[in-house]
Every structure is written in C-alpha cells, then in structure tokens.
C-alpha cells in the first residue's frame, strides 16, 4: 500500500511539473487575447472549477472556517494578489516572447525559497546551501555588471511566488481550500474587468465564437489541476523528493524558448542561465547527501 501511494505521488508530483511546463502552449494560443484579459478568465472559471470540485468532493466547512478567521482572511488576500501578479507576468512574458525569461525565473525559485527560509522561518544555510545562493547571486550580478541589464521578468516571477509559497506555508491551510478563497478573493475586481472592458477581445463572453469562449474556459482547468496534483503528491511523497521534480517546468519551458519560439539565446543569458544551473547542481547534491544522512 506504501509503495502503491508514493508511485501516486510520483505520478501526480510529474503530471504536475508537466502540464506547467507545458502551459505556455495554452497561451500561446490565445495570444490574441489581452494577458489581463486572460487573467480575468483564469481566475473566472478556477473558482467555478473549484466551487465544483468543494460541492462534490466536501471541504466547504474548511472554507467557511477559514471566512470566519481575519488573520487567515488577511493573508489570503495577500497571497491571491500575489498569485494574480505571478498569473499576469508568466501570461505577458509568454506571449511577448520572452519565456527564457519565464524560465529563469522559475529555476532561481527553489533558491531564493532557501533564502526566505533563512530571513523569515529562521531555517538555517548549510555550507553547500550558502555556495549555491553565491552562484546564483554571482549570475545575476554578473548580467548587471557587464550587460547592463537585469532579468526583471524573472525576478519577479521568482519573487512573487516565492513570497506566495512563503505566505501560503505560514498560513498553513490545505491547497483546494487556500485556492477557493483566493479565487474568490479575486473573482469581483476580475468579474469588473471582464464586463467593464468595452472594446476589448473576450472581455463579453456573449460576443465571442464557442471556439475562444472554450479555450478561454480551459483556462480554469490549465490553472487547476496541476495545483491539485501537486497537492496530492505533497502528501504521498517526502519533500525531498518533491523538490527533485521542481526542475521539469522550467526545463520544458527552456527547450520549446529555443527549439520551438526560437527565441535568442544570447551569450547574456548564457551566462546567467549557466550560473543559476551550477547553482542549482549544488542544490541538488546537497539535498542528496542529507538524504542519505536521514537514510542513514
């Protein structure tokens, strides 16, 4: 039985990745659409799917417990701005060509979790932990220093969900039951937006073809169920191992940047990206050899 729910997990840790991974391709066939727009439909028809899935699946007491709680209420206001601002940037950065960017951001993530470990939930660096932040560190500044640029885009992704992550941790409520709420959060600005947009594309559901009303729809489900794989591997599988799968999406993402999009991949994201990947190297061995110690 054991082994049965930890190849579950794995099952659900790797849908989750891919279908992240993979999500640009859903965008980028509604690119026609405004990224706002496509936010608003996203947070629209999650918490539709959502409100679903609490009516047959249970757990709305969970929700109405958390409605009842100001504190929680007032971090998960926090953490739905977050996560719309992470929605809208990966979306504009998509379509806008600039998914290397959007990977990035999503390869440093897992670092800088580390780093708002150590300031804020007073986890402590091991030595290897320490190196891989420096490389990091050393990559981005290296960009800023001899290019005179900076991966804003990717920052910001790395940020804003980091953050989120962090929030989400601190608040500690279930992913179905902190998704509900965030949704719902959003769902009058976002219902604001879709009827208050004259003139824009998808911005009145009545006036669009059934084809983009469907794609537009699907954006509820693009958003969901990675959410809920992931949260049923989380409970299946050690973190540890969890944490190993966090490298698929922006892998995926990488690979079509270049092969699919064709977008540049110049000697100034070379160098940064090769940073983060040295650091990232590091990460990983070290999450290897205190695995073993706790084997052990």
């Given at each position: 039985m054991a082994d049965?729910?930890?190849?579950?997990?794995?099952?659900?840790?790797?849908?989750?990745y891919i279908i992240w991974g993979f999500a640009p391709l859903y965008f980028k066939l509604i690119s026609a659409v405004a990224p706002l727009q496509i936010l608003v439909h996203r947070i629209v028809w999650s918490f539709v799917l959502m409100g679903v899935l609490i009516v047959v699946m249970g757990g709305y007491g969970r929700v109405r417990q958390v409605l009842k709680n100001?504190?929680?209420l007032m971090v998960?206001?926090?953490?739905?701005?977050?996560?719309a601002a992470n929605w809208l940037l990966f979306i504009w950065a998509v379509n806008n060509d600039h998914l290397l960017d959007a990977s990035l951001g999503y390869f440093i993530n897992?670092?800088?979790?580390?780093?708002?470990?150590?300031?804020?939930?007073s986890e402590r660096l091991t030595k290897f932990q320490w190196v891989a932040v420096a490389l990091a560190t050393t990559g981005v500044a290296i960009q800023l220093i001899s290019f005179g640029s900076i991966p804003v885009v990717s920052?910001?992704?790395a940020g804003t969900f980091g953050v989120y992550a962090l929030l989400r941790k601190k608040v500690n409520i279930d992913a179905m039951t902190g998704l509900v709420v965030e949704t719902a959060i959003l769902l009058p600005p976002a219902l604001l937006v879709m009827w208050f947009a004259d003139g824009e594309q998808a911005s009145h559901i009545l006036t669009n073809g059934w084809q983009l009303n469907l794609l537009l729809m699907a954006a509820g489900v693009i958003t969901t169920i990675p959410l809920l794989c992931f949260a049923?591997?989380?409970?299946?599988i050690p973190l540890s191992t969890l944490g190993f799968f966090q490298y698929v999406g922006p892998s995926i993402m990488f690979i079509m940047a270049v092969a699919v999009f064709h977008e540049?991949?110049?000697m100034e994201k070379s160098v940064t990206f090769g940073f983060i990947w040295s650091a990232l190297l590091?990460?990983?061995?070290?999450?290897?050899?205190?695995?073993r110690r706790t084997i052990a």
């Open positions: 049965s729910e930890y190849r579950k997990g794995i099952i659900l840790a790797l849908s989750a100001p504190k929680q998960l206001t926090t953490t739905s701005l977050l996560v897992p670092l800088l979790n580390v780093v708002l470990g150590l300031l804020f939930l920052l910001a992704l049923g591997a989380a409970v299946r540049p991949f110049d590091v990460f990983t061995f070290d999450m290897l050899r205190r695995r």
